[in-house]
């Protein structure tokens, strides 16, 4: 009886386990990265997604002309400043957050509707850890009324 | 004492594979939708998505119901309540298809009746999403508070965005960090379809050339590809069973396709312009729309079939 009871006390230790790290990116993306966005207007998409330092994402997105945008990117305080790059069609760099002390967010607005691309970098962390850090990745998109 | 050191043993080496085996599922999972990605067969030179890299992590992001009630305000349309689908449909949805489509349906029309400061139409569709979400088993999207907000904040349009913005945000990530992506690409793409229908019924057959909002509508080709590719992607689940729903979608979304082949949407390359003052960075490049009457017609044909079959 003893040894049934532990076997699920494992057992539902490593699904609370499973569930928290499901549930951190969400609490992150909405209490954390959201506030970035203030003072436009969060669309409701959600994309956010545990990366380990080194590892890159990607997002596609079509802008619409005469809207101003707002992009936010943010990751846990493990990941360190997480790079980010927002690219055209032809594949020109329009905005590269390194260039601009980090920034976690970019406002723009388009003269004409594109697709663009931003492409994520979780930077290698320089601590001694012997294991890679991971934690939440959101990318987060703001708008204005017009 | 001996007996119990070897169990604690056993229940160690268990807790090992239990996490090897959930480590081994995730590994899985993202080898099976970066396999779907590649599946794709649509790319052409000019694409934006020529380049895209198996190894990283993929998101695909379609205008939210938030962000199509907007674009289609801002392109000039007027308000037209007889287009939303009607809230007494709702009963009638019951398969989580149906559910999901009209879930990302309804939130269309209660962003699009919000932006035209239509209130009480404005709790009635907040209370049919809320119905489309409890359905799907989506908890804590939309709940008595967060009506009870929107009730209490009629005047303040910017709080009742933040509401819808925050209900669309619950539903999604809840769908997706429970392993349910597909439903959550359902619900945006019945959306999109719903903003899609909207615009093309408010343009009047004798002013399809140089209307701002058929330009807006011609643009959607771009997030069209993004549809597909949504599509193509959660087209299995990560034990590559076959999402039935979603085949079916592809099928119906097909007949979109063959008309957006019609209209050519061409970008030059695009000139920042910072503007160190304000901090807002204009992106100046050309669009070229080539869309005719006739493609005009046959494309709100076409998407008035596909809304109907999603709200029947």
Redesign the interface.
């Known amino acids: 009886m003893k040894?049934i009871l532990?076997?699920l006390f494992?057992?539902i230790l490593?699904a609370s386990v499973?569930f928290t790290v499901?549930?951190q990116?969400?609490g992150f993306?909405?209490k954390i990265c959201?506030l970035e966005l203030i003072p436009f207007?969060?669309?409701?998409?959600?994309?956010?997604?545990i990366?380990t330092e080194g590892?890159?994402?990607?997002?596609?997105?079509?802008f619409?002309?005469?809207?101003?945008y707002r992009i936010a990117v943010c990751g846990s305080e493990a990941l360190g400043n997480i790079e980010f790059q927002v690219?055209?069609?032809?594949?020109?760099i329009?905005?590269d957050n390194r260039e601009h002390n980090n920034s976690r967010i970019?406002?723009?607005?388009?003269?004409?509707?594109?697709?663009?691309?931003i492409a994520i970098k979780v930077p290698v962390g320089k601590g001694d850890s012997e294991y890679p850090a991971s934690g939440c990745v959101s990318?987060m998109?703001g708008?204005k009324?017009? | 004492m001996q007996r119990r050191h070897y169990s604690m043993k056993i229940i160690t080496i268990l807790s090992v594979i239990c996490i090897l085996f959930l480590t081994d599922c995730a590994t899985d999972k993202s080898k099976q939708k970066q396999k779907d990605v590649a599946i794709e067969d649509f790319l052409s030179e000019d694409d934006i998505f020529d380049d895209i890299s198996k190894a990283k992590k993929i998101f695909y992001s379609l205008p939210s119901p938030l962000e199509t009630a907007m674009l289609i305000k801002s392109a000039g349309a007027e308000y037209d309540e007889q287009l939303l689908n009607p809230v007494t449909n709702a009963g009638n949805y019951t398969s989580n298809r149906s559910m999901a489509l009209n879930l990302g349906i309804y939130t269309t029309d209660l962003s699009f009746a919000s932006l035209f400061d239509q209130t009480q139409t404005s709790i009635k569709y907040m209370e049919a999403a809320r119905k489309m979400a409890e359905g799907l088993d989506i908890t804590d999207a939309i709940d008595d508070e967060t009506i009870k907000r929107l009730e209490d904040n009629l005047d303040n349009r910017d709080v009742i965005m933040d509401i819808i913005s925050e209900t669309f945000l619950n539903s999604s990530s809840y769908l997706k960090e429970n392993d349910r992506p597909a439903v959550a690409t359902v619900v945006l793409i019945g959306g999109w379809i719903e903003g899609l229908y909207i615009a093309t019924q408010l343009v009047e057959d004798n002013n399809i050339q140089g209307n701002k909002l058929v330009d807006r509508i011609a643009e959607q080709k771009l997030s069209f590809k993004i549809v597909l590719r949504m599509l193509a992607e959660n087209q299995k689940d990560q034990t590559g069973t076959e999402n039935k729903d979603i085949t079916e979608l592809i099928a119906d979304i097909n007949a979109l396709k063959n008309v957006f082949d019609k209209i050519k949407v061409e970008t030059s390359e695009i000139k920042v312009e910072p503007d160190a003052t304000t901090n807002v960075a204009t992106l100046r490049s050309q669009t070229k729309i080539t869309i005719t009457p006739e493609v005009f017609k046959e494309l709100r044909s076409s998407v008035d079939n596909l809304r109907t079959n999603f709200v029947q």
């Open positions: 040894r532990q076997g494992v057992i490593l499973s499901h549930a990116c969400k993306a909405k959201k207007i969060h669309d409701g998409n959600y994309h956010a997604a990366l590892e890159e994402a990607e997002l596609y997105k079509t619409y002309s005469g809207q101003d690219i055209d069609a032809y594949k020109n329009l905005y970019w406002d723009f607005r388009l003269e004409s509707s594109q697709q663009l691309k990318i998109f708008f009324e017009k």
